[in-house]
């Protein structure tokens, strides 16, 4: 994952006034995982990442920049 999108949901989570520990309390995802990966130090796979999305209430969308297809990924 690259920083842009942690950067992204560090800034969602502190609009919602949420915490790492909210975040884990809801994924599962031990708080030291979580703050692993929003600071760059471990790898977020994409079911890591949605299940992230989904307890700030957020999705992701993929565009093709060949076709201009717009994937929603739930």
């Known amino acids: ?10 800034k969602e989570m502190e609009r919602q006034g949420k915490k790492a520990s ?3 309390a809801k994924t599962g995802i031990p708080k030291w995982n979580l703050s692993r990966y929003l600071h760059g130090q471990r790898a977020m796979d994409m079911d890591t990442l949605i ?3 989904k307890s700030l209430q957020c999705s ?3 565009r093709n920049n060949k076709t201009g297809e717009i994937i929603n990924v739930e």
């Open 1 to 10: 994952m690259t920083t842009n999108v942690t950067a992204l949901i560090l």
């Open 22 to 24: 909210n975040i884990s």
């Open 51 to 53: 299940i992230i999305l």
């Open 60 to 62: 992701l969308q993929i």
